[in-house]
């Protein structure tokens, strides 16, 4: 089963990863959401909103704007990091990403080839 996380303010996607009041879960079985739940931000504290997410067993987060540290984080976890999502309904850039139109305006990186010898497949920037 799949889990997506959308980071939540004034019910829709947070533009930023750090000012999220809450967490909006979507659990995905056969790319249908199939319950959704409400996860509270723990304290923000440096890491502490990536490392609360991989405990919680999180496939996909999709944000706004977020931090390089965040992306890390959620890199080392294996945690698919979808960035640069419009603000819509978090419910709305879910059924997005399952349908593959989601529209992403910033960088989306996930957690392919760290090192040198990845050459960049899998990785969009743009200018």
Request: proline fraction near 6%; charged fraction near 15%.
């Amino acid at each position: 089963m799949k889990r997506v996380a959308v980071p939540t303010a004034n019910g829709l996607l947070s533009p930023h990863f750090g000012g999220s009041e809450y967490f909006s879960i979507f659990n995905i079985e056969n790319n249908k959401i199939v319950s959704e739940e409400i996860l509270p931000t723990p304290e923000h504290l440096t890491g502490s909103y990536p490392n609360f997410l991989a405990e919680q067993n999180i496939t996909d987060i999709i944000v706004g704007g977020i931090g390089g540290k965040a992306i890390e984080i959620f890199n080392k976890f294996n945690i698919n990091v979808y960035a640069g999502a419009n603000v819509l309904l978090p419910k709305q850039v879910t059924e997005q990403l399952l349908e593959g139109t989601l529209a992403l305006t910033g960088n989306s990186c996930n957690h392919e080839g760290d090192g040198p010898e990845s050459h960049g497949e899998g990785h969009h920037h743009h200018n």
